[in-house]
């Protein structure tokens, strides 16, 4: 039911990636998904995937969720795949079959796409399964800290943010609670059209929305009372900090960054 | 005689486009370490009152004195809310944080502590509410009675020198309404912070050492608990309960047995009864 | 309409390292007419029993039966299920959504295919029966009425539907003593209409006063059940799963222990007075 919904899927650890500060992790992520984009073949491709490969066992997360993970996404690699496979026309015909043409090129474009894809979704999911929500929006907010200069609000956006994850579950047990109240006045949420179904919502989403402000007001007048008034002058009992494995896992992107770089003048395969 | 740490005088309070006053012309002093309980029914004031307390809603006639401060603009309220914690109703809507102990340590990083500190505090503050052991858990694993526990952990960590308790029991089960209470209640003896417990469970009202009875947004009776009891038809008749060996104290005595006027508890009533025979 | 439950075992995620049992092989049986309690605290299982006896859980064929039906058997009649049971859950109010009362408090007959005629006499009905004036709150919004009013449309959103059983979840929770005395007064006036009521509740008091007989449930097993006088007798028991005897009952207790001539499970305030004279004027 709707409790097995999970968000920020975190699985606790004590590797090396777990004990990253979250803001490297981050720019980590980031810098990976733009190696990602530097890699022009198979060979580069292939240095990157052993890497992230390397990181997820590592971690000591069975590959299995990493894979799990692709499920959703995997109508979208696939529509990517064809799309580029259809529609590139240069290069050598592999296969010409009435409207249909595929190219060596075609099919070598293809695959990079998937790939990058791949690899993307993977390691950002390394990065939310090895970093407890929190850590991740205090990495955020520290990160585009700089940007209050001018005006962006990153100390707000980080709160919303965390607020939200500290009462997905509350509301989703709500949801199921409200759900059995309503079934239990003959409610039917399972079957008929698409519309009739949509208009079978009103009666769980009417109540949970009313909820939610009521929470909300609560919840406001609780964080005044524990003296909240934004960012301004507001110390973290946990500080982020910067430590050797940091620098480490830098020098490490670096040095993918540099292989790919150089796979790409060998030009290999 | 105590210090007095919150003065009430002449309190009004009226909602926005209401026709009658929320809180009408109360006057109320409680003195430094006092334990006091505020009865009433749902909509006789008492949660009005307690926002008044720490300066969560401004009176629109009178004024309410916490700690020496009569709030009058932002940075007073600020202060009045250091020095005067609150504990809700609702167990899941006061938690901000996905983790125990970070929320515990939110009230403290709001007031700009150093993180050493915090990290001190914290850990005194979940210890002090006997939570240590769920400091890194997630809010919504905990019982409604641990939510609480919580909450009041955020409190304390803040060093109030009175804790407001606004129904903090009204939606926990039996446990959970016992040990938030005992905790009150340790807090107040042992720390010597100054309770105000708002509620409408005369078991817990009993307790106390002093009690307000509130009644549409007036005081209707006040004193220790046993005489304020002791008025049975006048609390029966504000809708409140007395404690059931009240009542029967009341029906025995109408039935002319000779008991003394102060029975409440279990305990009083069979030594009464036991000198009777 | 008889509720017959026979080993009735529940296990939330089995399987997984959440696995709990939350009942574990529950039988019981309640008559048409009764006025029984479920009793025990937070994680005792009481939510979940009444969840299967309107079918919102599913259990295997042969263990729930209610008026002859097998809830647990393949395509049971989920409708037909409910137009027996009422079930009201905690904090009902919650579950409001319409735009007027009325409208509100007619989803469960609309949900049960009735025409507009009848509709609209169950409604008003039911409105009554909550001690609600049909004609001062039919066209409010069921979000402009004071918590406890919200809380008696509720409750008419289900006996709208005529269930022969209504189960009530804390019906009373968060109520204040006027409020809950009220509550009390109407859940009586119901089974006197000639339903059958469950209340679950985690207070002795309450159940005490009101219900012919009671099931008292720790860690998914009844461990007491019977009238409340035959459940009280096991004070010290109850004290230590979490559940207390009423103050009278306490009281009866010491004073038998003290030489009193006090009955066994005695608990009612006015009967432990009767009691109390007995002995002061027998005695001298």
């Not at chain 2, 309190?11 to 109360?26: N, P």
């Not at chain 3, 469950?198 to 099931?215: E, I, K, P």
Request: aromatic letters at 6%; glycine letters at 8%; one cysteine or more.
């Amino acid at each position: 039911m709707l409790k097995n919904i999970t968000l920020g899927q975190y699985f606790p650890g004590d590797s090396f990636i777990h004990r990253l500060d979250p803001r490297t992790k981050l720019l980590a992520t980031v810098a990976l998904i733009a190696i990602v984009f530097v890699a022009q073949g198979f060979s580069g491709f292939l240095l990157i995937a052993a890497f992230v490969v390397a990181c997820a066992a590592s971690t000591g997360i069975h590959l299995k969720f990493l894979v799990r993970g692709l499920k959703p996404i995997m109508f979208i690699i696939i529509f990517t795949f064809v799309l580029n496979l259809f529609f590139q026309t240069e290069g050598r015909e592999l296969v010409h079959w009435g409207f249909i043409r595929i190219t060596d090129q075609g099919l070598r474009m293809a695959s990079f796409m998937a790939m990058r894809l791949i690899l993307l979704v993977v390691s950002s999911q390394l990065l939310t399964l090895t970093t407890s929500p929190i850590a991740l929006t205090d990495g955020l907010e520290s990160l585009f800290r700089p940007l209050e200069v001018i005006h962006f609000p990153a100390h707000e956006i980080a709160m919303m943010m965390s607020i939200a994850l500290r009462f997905i579950p509350t509301l989703m047990d709500e949801a199921d609670k409200i759900m059995k109240a309503q079934k239990a006045r003959g409610a039917n949420f399972e079957t008929g059209n698409l519309i009739q179904r949509a208009k079978a919502m009103v009666p769980l989403l009417v109540p949970l929305f009313v909820g939610a402000f009521r929470r909300a007001e609560d919840l406001a007048l609780a964080m005044d009372a524990r003296c909240y008034r934004g960012g301004a002058g507001r110390t973290r009992m946990k500080q982020l900090k910067f430590g050797v494995i940091d620098a480490i896992a830098a020098v490490a992107m670096l040095l993918l960054l540099a292989g790919v770089i150089a796979l790409n003048k060998l030009n290999l395969f | 005689m105590k210090n007095t740490i919150i003065e009430a005088r002449d309190v009004c309070f009226k909602y926005e486009g209401a026709s009658t006053l929320a809180v009408d012309h109360v006057t109320l002093d409680v003195a430094e370490g006092e334990f006091l309980a505020i009865l009433g029914r749902n909509g006789s004031g008492k949660s009005t009152f307690a926002k008044l307390l720490n300066a969560l809603q401004l009176p629109t006639g009178g004024s309410v004195k916490v700690n020496g401060i009569t709030p009058a603009n932002e940075d007073d309220c600020y202060e009045v809310r250091k020095s005067c914690g609150m504990v809700f109703q609702n167990p899941d809507n006061q938690i901000v944080t996905t983790i125990v102990e970070e929320d515990c340590a939110f009230g403290l990083e709001n007031l700009g502590t150093p993180p050493q500190e915090i990290r001190s505090r914290v850990d005194e503050a979940l210890h002090s509410v006997g939570m240590s052991e769920f400091a890194q858990a997630s809010p919504s694993m905990l019982s409604g009675g641990q939510k609480q526990r919580v909450a009041v952990a955020g409190v304390l960590a803040m060093r109030p020198r009175i804790i407001v308790f606004d129904e903090s029991t009204a939606m926990l089960d039996p446990i959970g309404r016992r040990d938030v209470f005992a905790l009150a209640r340790r807090l107040n003896v042992e720390e010597g912070i100054t309770i105000v417990w708002i509620t409408h469970f005369m078991e817990e009202a009993a307790m106390a050492d002093r009690l307000v009875v509130m009644d549409g947004g007036r005081i209707a009776l006040e004193g220790e608990p046993r005489s304020v009891f002791a008025q049975t038809d006048r609390v029966l008749k504000l809708g409140l309960d007395v404690p059931e060996i009240m009542k029967l104290a009341h029906m025995l005595r109408e039935r002319g047995v000779a008991l003394p006027d102060d029975i409440m508890t279990v305990n009083e009533m069979a030594v009464a009864l036991c000198q009777l025979k | 309409m008889p509720i017959e439950v026979k080993k009735l075992t529940h296990v939330y995620m089995p399987g997984t390292p959440f696995e709990s049992r939350a009942l574990n092989a529950v039988s019981l049986s309640i008559q048409d007419g009764e006025f029984v309690g479920i009793i025990g605290h937070t994680g005792s299982g009481k939510s979940t029993l009444i969840t299967h006896l309107n079918g919102l859980e599913k259990s295997e064929p042969g263990v729930v039966f209610v008026n002859g039906m097998d809830l647990g058997e393949k395509g049971a009649d989920l409708i037909a299920i409910r137009r027996v049971v009422g079930l009201v859950f905690q904090y009902p109010e919650y579950q409001l959504f319409e735009e007027t009362v009325a409208k509100d408090v007619a989803f469960g007959p609309t949900n049960l295919g009735l025409d507009a005629d009848e509709i609209k006499r169950r409604v008003e009905h039911a409105l009554k029966q909550v001690g609600l004036d049909p004609a001062e709150v039919s066209e409010k919004s069921p979000f402009e009425l004071s918590g406890g009013q919200k809380r008696r449309v509720a409750i008419a959103g289900v006996l709208a539907m005529q269930p022969g059983i209504l189960i009530l979840d804390e019906p009373a929770a968060g109520l204040d003593p006027m409020g809950r005395r009220e509550m009390f007064d109407l859940i009586r006036g119901i089974h006197d209409s000639g339903t059958t009521v469950v209340m679950v509740s985690h207070s002795m008091d309450d159940v005490g006063r009101l219900c012919d007989r009671l099931f008292v449930l720790n860690r998914g097993e009844i461990a007491y059940t019977g009238t409340p006088a035959e459940v009280f007798v096991h004070d010290n028991r109850l004290h230590a799963i979490g559940l207390d005897v009423p103050e009278c009952a306490k009281l009866a207790r010491r004073l038998r222990e003290a030489g009193f001539d006090m009955p066994e499970g005695i608990y009612r305030t006015e009967d432990v007075c009767a009691a109390i004279i007995g002995n002061l004027s027998g005695g001298k």
